[in-house]
């Protein structure tokens, strides 16, 4: 059984630039949920799809932007990449978003 | 809003005694309770959780916790420690309204290094 699964694992951009993450879901999970994780700190919450629409938002600019797919899986997208946004992206998936989140490995992001 | 606190940033501990991971929550309903051990350039591991019943909970390699709701506390526990229970420790929280809805993030403590020493 397929746990939560990422892409990339690793990607470098530039200031300025775009970037896409993707996340697969747990088998028999509908609810992606979306954290970042700055060097030394707790993961903090981005935002949460379900039923393909954004059901929750944290304390994030209008840059950082989703979607979720019909067979569940999600993308994040970041535009005009800053510097700060540099950090450990990581997808946790559940059912109907309630209950045990459970995390995939995570792309780290480096923005130069 | 919710919000957690672990107040060490590191626990050190020699293998085979005792170790507790320290962790306080805020609220304003009632709360779900979450410990995650993340292990270096590794994503969370869920290890246990509180959702309602025994406020004393057991988890995955042997961990547990008691959920402590007049001190608002629910710290990490092991009878023994490991070697390979070094690793970083988050404790998280959701808020769960009476009428059972409420908030779906999970809100994160800082995390806690918990080094065993051989």
Redesign the interface.
Known sequence: DAG?T?SPTHLIKTRGQQVTLRCSPKSGHD?V?W?QQAL??????IF?YYEEEE??R?NFPDRFSGHQFPNYSSELNVNALLLGDSALY?C?SSVR??????????T?LLVL | AQSVAQPEDQVNVAEGNPLTVKCTYSVSGNPYLFWYVQYPNRGLQFLLKYITGDNLVKGSYGFEAEFNKSQTSFHLKKPSALVSDSALYFCAVRDINFSGAGSYQLTFGKGTKLSVIP
């Open positions: 939560v990422q609810t949920s954290y030394g700190q707790g993961p903090q919450f949460q059901r929750q944290g990581l946790a978003g309630w209950e045990t989140q459970y995390f995939g490995p995570g780290r």
